[in-house]
T-cell receptor, first 114, second 113 residues
Framework: DAGVTQSPTHLIKTRGQHVTLRCSPI?????VSWYQQVLGQGPQFIFQ???????GRGNFPDRFSARQFPNYSSELNVNALLLGDSALYLC?????????????FGPGTRLTVL | AQTVTQSQPEMSVQEAETVTLSCTYD???????LFWYKQPPSRQMILVIR????KQQNATENRFSVNFQKAAKSFSLKISDSQLGDAAMYFC??????????WGAGTKLIIKP
């Protein structure tokens, strides 16, 4: 079975632009979570979606938004990009909502904002 | 605020020896879940071991075990018989009732051959 996939793998944008990152969960997984990992730091929780509804939101500005589609894939959108948005964006899927369930991570999207 | 703290930015251990990575957390909740994740260089994050807070018995997965001290809010990871493939960043993380996964800053583990 395919693991969690993310696209694109790398992305270069300039300040003020917007970006859309995509994630396909493992087949059968209903929950998708998004994380931002700045170089040299631990991941920061951005969103969790379960059954197409937002179930958790981290401390990120409204420039960050996400959605989950009927096939459980997900998009993360970031508007008005800032230099500080440069990071590795990780997507993870799990069978159910975040709890004891193991999350499976994708390879991430490396976003560079110039 | 709910936090997870890893006080060791870097640890090194001789191959085949045992190493312990420290993690403390802060919460007023009684029910939560704790995890150790491994992130090898340029590779995907993978789960190492997990612990339910209501279980007193420490979790064990082959060479990996935890020392869970609920009163002290401590959740350390012990790696026995360290192998070169264990070299990675190790992250401690916790899930609370708000369905957020809170992460520590990570510990870089170096294995000396």
């Amino acid at each position: 079975d395919a693991g969690v996939t993310q696209s694109p793998t790398h992305l270069i944008k300039t300040r003020g632009q917007h970006v859309t990152l995509r994630c396909s969960p493992i087949s059968g997984h209903k929950s998708v979570s998004w994380y931002q990992q700045v170089l040299g730091q631990g991941p920061q929780f951005i969103f969790q979606y379960y059954e197409k509804e937002e179930r958790g939101r981290g401390n990120f500005p409204d420039r960050f938004s996400a959605r989950q589609f009927p096939n459980y894939s997900s998009e993360l959108n970031v508007n008005a990009l800032l230099l500080g948005d440069s990071a590795l964006y990780l997507c993870a899927s799990s069978l159910e909502v975040l709890s004891y369930n193991e999350q499976f991570f994708g390879p991430g999207t490396r976003l560079t904002v110039l | 605020a709910q936090t997870v703290t890893q006080s060791q930015p870097e640890m090194s251990v001789q191959e085949a020896e045992t190493v312990t990575l420290s993690c403390t957390y802060d919460t007023s909740e009684s029910d939560y879940y704790l995890f150790w994740y491994k992130q090898p260089p340029s590779r995907q994050m993978i789960l190492v071991i997990r612990q339910e807070a209501y279980k007193q018995q420490n979790a064990t997965e082959n060479r990996f075990s935890v020392n869970f001290q609920k009163a002290a809010k401590s959740f350390s990871l012990k790696i026995s018989d360290s192998q070169l493939g264990d070299a990675a960043m190790y992250f401690c993380a916790a899930v609370y009732s708000n369905y957020q996964l809170i992460w520590g800053a990570g510990t870089k583990l170096i294995i000396k051959p």
